[in-house]
C-alpha cells in the first residue's frame, strides 16, 4: 500500500468503484459503439475521470467479460 492509499483511508476519502466504474464505461460504449482511449475518455459521462481511472475501469471491465478489443485496438461493448 502507497503513501497515497493510506493518507486516502486515514482522511475517509472513497476511491471510485471500479465495478461500478466498469458498468458505467460499457454503458457508453454501448451507447456510443466501438473507440478508442482517447474517444473514451472524451465522452460527456467519462471526460471528468483521470487517465488512471479510464484505464483501471477498462481493465475491471474487460475482466468481467463486458467489453473486448478489437483488432484496431477499440473498445467494444459485449
Known amino acids: 500500500m502507497?503513501?497515497?492509499?493510506?493518507?486516502?483511508?486515514?482522511?475517509?476519502?472513497i476511491g471510485p468503484d471500479?465495478?461500478?466504474d466498469a458498468a458505467d464505461l460499457a454503458r457508453t460504449l454501448r451507447?456510443?459503439?466501438p473507440l478508442d482511449l482517447g474517444e473514451l475518455s472524451q465522452q460527456p459521462?467519462?471526460?471528468?475521470?483521470?487517465?488512471?481511472?479510464l484505464e483501471g475501469a477498462v481493465v475491471s471491465a474487460w475482466s468481467h467479460n463486458?467489453?473486448?478489443i478489437d483488432?484496431?485496438?477499440?473498445?467494444v461493448a459485449i
Open 2 to 13: 502507497t503513501n497515497a492509499h493510506r493518507e486516502l483511508q486515514s482522511d475517509g476519502a
Open 18 to 20: 471500479p465495478d461500478r
Open 31 to 33: 451507447r456510443s459503439g
Open 45 to 53: 459521462d467519462l471526460h471528468d475521470w483521470s487517465i488512471a481511472r
Open 66 to 68: 463486458l467489453i473486448f
Open 71 to 75: 483488432v484496431r485496438d477499440n473498445l
